[in-house]
C-alpha cells in the first residue's frame, strides 16, 4: 500500500517562500511510469493541480504557477517537494500530494492527508 505524507510549515508570511515535502512509503518514486503531483484546495473552491514530478525526473507545471513553482525530488530519501516563492493571501490552502500513472495531471491513485496553509502577515 502506497502511502504519501506531506510536511512543512502551517503558517507563511505574504512574500515568502512555501516549501512543502512530500514522503512516500510503500513504493518508489522512482517507478516506472508513476508522476507525483502537488495539488491544493483554496477554501471554498476546488481542486488545482499545481505540478509534477515524474518517475524519469522531468517536471511539469500549471502554466498559471509556473513561474512561481519549482518542484524537485531527492530519491535517497523517496520525498519530493514543492516550492512556491512570493505567496500571497490567494496561495493559502489544503495542499496535498499525490500519485497518478502514465500522466500528470490524470486519475489520482493515492493521496496524502493534505496540509493547511494559511498565508498571513
Known amino acids: 500500500q502506497v502511502q504519501l505524507q506531506e510536511s512543512g510549515p502551517g503558517l507563511m508570511k505574504p512574500s515568502q517562500t512555501l516549501s512543502l515535502t512530500c514522503t512516500v512509503s510503500?513504493?518508489?518514486?522512482?517507478?516506472?511510469?508513476?508522476?507525483w503531483s502537488w495539488i491544493r484546495q483554496p477554501p471554498g473552491k476546488g481542486l488545482e493541480w499545481m505540478g509534477a514530478?515524474?518517475?524519469?525526473?522531468?517536471?511539469y507545471y500549471s502554466p498559471s504557477l509556473k513561474s512561481r513553482t519549482s518542484i524537485s525530488r531527492d530519491t535517497s530519501k523517496n520525498q519530493f517537494t514543492l516550492q512556491l516563492s512570493s505567496v500571497t493571501p490567494e496561495d493559502a490552502a489544503v495542499y496535498y500530494c499525490a500519485r497518478t500513472k502514465d500522466r500528470a495531471p490524470g486519475t489520482v491513485e493515492y493521496w496524502g492527508q493534505g496540509t493547511q496553509v494559511t498565508v498571513s502577515s
Open positions: 514530478i515524474a518517475y524519469s525526473g522531468s517536471t
Open positions: 510503500g513504493g518508489s518514486i522512482t517507478t516506472n511510469y508513476y508522476f
